[in-house]
């Protein structure tokens, strides 16, 4: 498979670790290697950051809070820098784009019109906020012969340690480090080894906007090195991790024993709910896109159908039929329809929860495949079968559904909770009163009903059970990057 990435206009950033306002090689001297997954082609080197530089970028950023003048400057002040970070993002589209294509493999157009734009609105958006985080007034009783008025204010937390996945480098690192500026954070940030290019040039940006240097520090490298030395570091006041559960249990388990505050985004195998009197032509769309968007690579994505027995078989040729017309491909290409895999693990991962699924009895409608032998293309896939099979179980963390009928509400209730997840659910009908009903009896962090899609900035979003703790986005997320203190006041 060609690709037309090199015609492209991008500018690959200065692949080094970006501390205090400027580039350096890691202490080490060591670097990985981005591969591009349509081409599997070399990238560049990254400098891989170890513990050694994460102690530097840590003081840095600590002496950036305590002197300032970031954490001192007014709220209007720093919302103006934030306002002219998201001017900056979407003049830089095409660019930030093309990075996040040739590093992960996601639609260039996707890229353009989806994530670049919201990365954008989250600066907008914590801009907003930036001027108006408050805390409450209380009129207190005497306290014996002495009146007393009580109020709180809310203040940044110091450091904030920022872990991201690969999936949506640049939104999700958006999602971190807007709210945490906001405050008046400074932040230390390790992105995900498949994709550190878009969040490096988010750092070149937030300076060319007025930034002052050492508040937002990127440290590309190895989870194991990098990451770990971050989630462990004495000097952060909190660790925002996205990521894989496995990982988010080994953050939370350091947290614990230093008491520091954590905000885990986990992953999911969130259910899409078909009651029986579904608008199948309104919601097809959406049940497709919530299993094949990114090729599943999405962490909200709905890949167990749960569909009303009535109407299995619609849904089952409908989800078939948008994936046997899916153009998988270049990601450059206009024409595609969805682009690679991230990685080769990725790819074997995804081929091998699809052999066990067949192995497993699971009836296989369409899809299973690997495409071509150049790049990480694989065919979005179509199951029939039920809950307790491991592809309706685990994350699969690629474009494969498993479709499972159910016979009535308390039945698809049932089977929407068996999950050790709780991110999000979809919910698709026509009756007001049954949607409404269910809603409670879901256990996740979000609902949708007759819609799939990215959350929106000012809503919040985080999950239950295995798919994490706390709330990033909306005024949660901003008050999660604070500490609220009381103050009682005699008069
Ligand atoms: P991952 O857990 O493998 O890696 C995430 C980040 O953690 C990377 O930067 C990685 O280098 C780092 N890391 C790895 N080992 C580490 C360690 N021992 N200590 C500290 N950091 C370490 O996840 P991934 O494969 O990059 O991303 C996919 C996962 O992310 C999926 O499970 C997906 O559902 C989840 N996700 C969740 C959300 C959400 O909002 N809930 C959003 C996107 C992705």
Redesign the pocket.
């Known amino acids: 498979m060609t690709s037309t990435a090199q015609a492209l206009p991008y500018t690959i950033p200065t692949p080094e670790l970006f501390i205090d306002g400027d580039y350096r090689p890691a202490v080490s001297g060591a670097t990985y290697t981005s591969v591009n997954p349509a081409t599997e082609e070399n990238v560049v080197d990254v400098s891989a950051a170890d513990k050694a530089d994460i102690d530097i970028a840590v003081r840095i950023a600590r002496l950036a809070f305590e002197q300032g003048p970031w954490s001192r400057m007014s709220g209007p002040d720093r919302g103006k820098i934030l306002i002219r970070a998201a001017e900056l993002i979407e003049a830089d589209a095409e660019n930030l784009a093309g990075l996040e294509a040739i590093e992960m493999g996601k639609l260039f157009g996707h890229s353009v019109a989806g994530d670049v734009p919201c990365a954008a609105d989250t600066f907008r958006h914590f801009a907003g906020w930036a001027d108006k985080i408050t805390g409450t007034t209380a009129l207190l009783p005497d306290f014996g012969p002495q009146p007393r008025f009580g109020f709180t204010i809310r203040q940044p937390l110091g450091v904030i340690g920022c872990?991201?996945?690969?999936?949506?480098p640049l939104v999700?690192a958006a999602w971190k480090v807007a709210p945490a500026l906001a405050a008046g954070n400074t932040v230390v940030l390790?992105?995900?080894?498949d994709a550190a290019l878009s969040t490096l040039r988010l750092a070149e940006l937030l300076a060319a906007a007025g930034l002052p240097a050492g508040v937002f520090n990127v440290l590309p490298g190895?989870?194991?090195a990098a990451?770990?030395a971050?989630?462990a570091h004495p000097g952060i006041d909190k660790i925002s991790?996205?990521?894989?559960?496995?990982?988010g249990r080994?953050?939370q388990s350091l947290a614990g024993d230093t008491f520091r505050k954590v905000t885990l985004?986990?992953?999911?195998k969130s259910p899409q709910l078909i009651l029986a009197d579904a608008d199948l032509e309104q919601a097809m769309p959406w049940i497709a896109m919530g299993n094949f968007y990114h090729q599943g690579q999405v962490?909200a994505a709905g890949t167990r159908v749960l569909v009303h027995e009535s109407r299995l078989d619609e849904v089952v040729a409908g989800l078939a039929e948008v994936a046997q017309s899916s153009v998988v491909g270049d990601p450059f290409d206009e024409a595609s329809t969805m682009g690679t895999i991230v990685n080769r693990k990725q790819l074997d991962q995804i081929l091998r929860y699809v052999e066990t699924g067949r192995a497993e009895g699971a009836t296989l409608v369409t899809g299973g495949n690997r495409i071509g032998e150049r790049g990480y293309f694989v065919e979005p896939t179509v199951f029939v079968g039920h809950n307790d099979l491991t592809i309706a179980r685990e994350?699969i963390?690629g474009p494969v559904a498993t479709v499972i009928p159910f016979h009535d509400l308390d039945e698809a209730v049932r089977l929407a909770n068996d999950t050790k997840y709780g991110?999000n659910a979809m919910v698709y009908s026509q009756n007001l009163s049954a949607t409404h009903s269910l809603i409670p009896r879901l256990r996740v962090g979000t609902v949708w009903v007759n819609g799939w899609g990215v959350p929106d900035v000012s809503m919040p979003?985080g999950?239950r059970g295995g798919?994490?703790i706390g709330r990033e986005l909306g005024r949660s997320g901003l008050e999660a990057d604070t500490e609220e203190k009381t103050v009682y006041l005699g008069l």
């Not at 985004?265 to 999911?268: H, I, M, S, Y």
């Open positions: 872990i991201t996945p690969w999936n949506n999700i390790k992105p995900a080894e190895l989870g194991e990451g770990a971050l989630a991790f996205t990521g894989s559960a496995r990982v080994q953050i985004e986990l992953g999911g962490c994350e963390f991110l979003w999950g798919s994490g």
